[in-house]
């Protein structure tokens, strides 16, 4: 059984920053590629940015220049930092992570959820 567990989500102003943390626990082998997610109430659940466990990263085009993803692979944890941030960024963020639970056993896993609200 795998977990993702996030958290940093809360209340901001616009122009403002937060981080959002999710660690991942359980019977992992190895932690593959890590992202987040994002979804508001009607709306399809949207890429904010992933990153490979080599460190390479992809950005959705509405969060580019604002957002950065890394990771710590020996904590098994990834991180989004958000900085610039808009109303329109207020969502509900999820944590997902592909993770092998044996060299040959690969499945993907989601995060419960944090929610984001920016606003004055």
């Known amino acids: 059984q795998v977990q993702l567990v996030e958290s940093g989500g809360g209340l901001v102003q616009p122009g403002g920053s937060l981080r959002l943390s999710c660690a991942a626990s359980?019977?992992?082998?190895?932690?593959?590629?890590m992202g987040w997610y994002r979804q508001t109430p009607g709306k399809e659940r949207e890429l904010v940015a992933d990153i490979t466990d080599g460190g390479s990263a992809n950005y959705g085009d509405s969060v580019k220049g604002r957002f950065t993803i890394f990771r710590d692979n020996a904590r098994k944890t990834v991180y989004l930092q958000m900085n610039t941030l808009k109303p329109e960024d207020t969502a509900g963020y999820y944590c997902n992570a592909d993770v092998f639970t044996a060299w040959n056993r690969k499945s993907e896993y989601w995060g419960q959820g944090t929610q984001v609200t920016v606003s004055s």
């Open positions: 359980g019977s992992i082998f190895k932690v593959d590629a």
